[in-house]
């Protein structure tokens, strides 16, 4: 373990112990710019991330995620395609980079949902890198820190990743030179729940490669100040932790429409006027949230219900644990014979069963159509691993 003596975001060597967690790490707080941190930091971050082992299912270690991430996680990111999506509203060709892309889940779906969005990663874990590049994505091996992008983004996005980082500055300023003249920058982070007494039961201490603890009065306080424009903090308490959305943005016109859905998940209150696609994706982004009644109001506006409402209220009934419900929704959800091997991916992560009577419908379909020519058995194949 190496101790730490400066802050990760000012160099600050001000720092006060605030409290300890419970393995007995102690947490700092910096008295410049209010940042909390783990007062020692792992000496083993590259290989823990780098090797094959965070994301890896087969190569187990005790950190990462459990389970098969890549297989567990696209239901569970379509909240983040639903904000890219409030971000593209306007149907301009946009371009996308994630920053700590993993294995390229949130990549992929952003392309399948939105085709006019071009999308770019970076992740510093070789396996991921790996598995990003066998599904054609244009991903690059490396941190931000040493990455230098050839073209500047529309949209850059960093989800559950600040949190890991030893030096937040580097990372900001990189974000900030690779944003594009109306670049806007979201990001996803666990965060305290309040800025004035520290908690050490907080949810946010229990993942030992977390290194920074951040509050929504840091990032309002130091994200105007370094990038010279307002920053938008949307902090979201639920049962199980406090998360925050921030936005930051050099055209704030371009973020109006995302602004709208946070808006009315902070208030818990259904915006005025708007178009079907922010209902959808409010219902989306708020049953992620557990605001489920905002959510259910949000689609019963709708009198003529296409597959995308349907599909939305199916990620309410998942979100809800009402699988059965999720189920009957998604499978309604396909109203034409289009093989969607993402939305698929899900169901079969939900189900595989009913990939077997999804699989026959479509194969009676395809022999309906006088159009067999075998892609509805490979999709399947692919699916199930063979
Ligand atoms: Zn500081």
Request: glycine residues 6%; hydrophobic residues 35%; neutral net charge.
């Amino acid at each position: 373990m190496a101790e730490v003596k400066k802050c990760m975001w000012c160099y600050s060597e001000k720092l006060d112990e605030a409290t300890k967690r419970k393995d007995g790490s102690g947490i700092l707080k910096c008295q410049s710019c209010g940042l909390t941190m783990l007062s020692s930091v792992p000496e083993n971050l590259d290989s823990l991330y780098g090797e094959e082992s965070y994301f890896n299912p087969v190569k187990k270690v005790d950190t990462g995620y459990d389970q098969n991430y890549d297989l567990m996680t696209p239901l569970s990111l379509l909240w983040q395609v639903s904000i890219v999506d409030q971000l593209t509203i306007s149907k301009e060709k946009k371009t996308f980079f994630e920053v700590g892309c993993a294995t390229g889940n949130l990549l992929e779906l952003t392309q399948e949902f939105i085709p006019n969005l071009t999308a770019y990663g970076i992740d510093v874990s070789k396996y991921s890198v790996a598995v990003c590049k066998e599904k054609g994505l244009e991903v690059s091996l490396a941190g931000i820190e040493e990455y230098t992008p050839k073209r500047k983004f529309d949209i850059i996005f960093s989800s559950e990743t600040m949190e890991h980082l030893t030096d937040l500055k580097v990372f900001m300023e990189k974000v900030k030179k690779s944003m594009s003249n109306a670049g806007t920058f979201v990001f996803f982070v666990p965060c305290l729940r309040s800025n004035k007494k520290i908690n050490r039961e907080e949810d946010v201490f229990s993942h030992p490669e977390h290194l920074i603890f951040f509050t929504s009065e840091f990032f309002k306080k130091e994200l105007s100040k370094f990038f010279g424009v307002p920053t938008n903090i949307y902090q979201i308490n639920t049962d199980f932790g406090s998360s925050i959305v921030g936005i930051v943005s050099f055209d704030e016109k371009s973020i109006s429409k995302l602004k709208v859905v946070m808006e009315s998940i902070l208030k818990n209150e259904l915006p005025s006027s708007v178009d079907n696609q922010t209902l959808t994706n409010l219902a989306i982004i708020a049953s992620k949230f557990s605001k489920f009644e905002l959510a259910e109001r949000s689609l019963a506006s709708f009198k003529d219900k296409d597959s995308k409402v349907i599909f939305a209220e199916g990620v309410i009934a998942c979100h809800k644990g009402e699988i059965h419900k999720a189920k009957e929704k998604f499978l309604e959800s396909f109203g034409g014979g289009l093989i969607d091997y993402v939305k698929l991916k899900i169901l079969y992560n939900l189900n595989s069963e009913l990939i077997n009577i999804y699989e026959k419908r479509l194969l009676r379909q395809e022999a309906g159509s006088k159009r067999v020519d075998g892609s509805t058995k490979g999709v399947f194949a692919k699916l199930r691993g063979n």
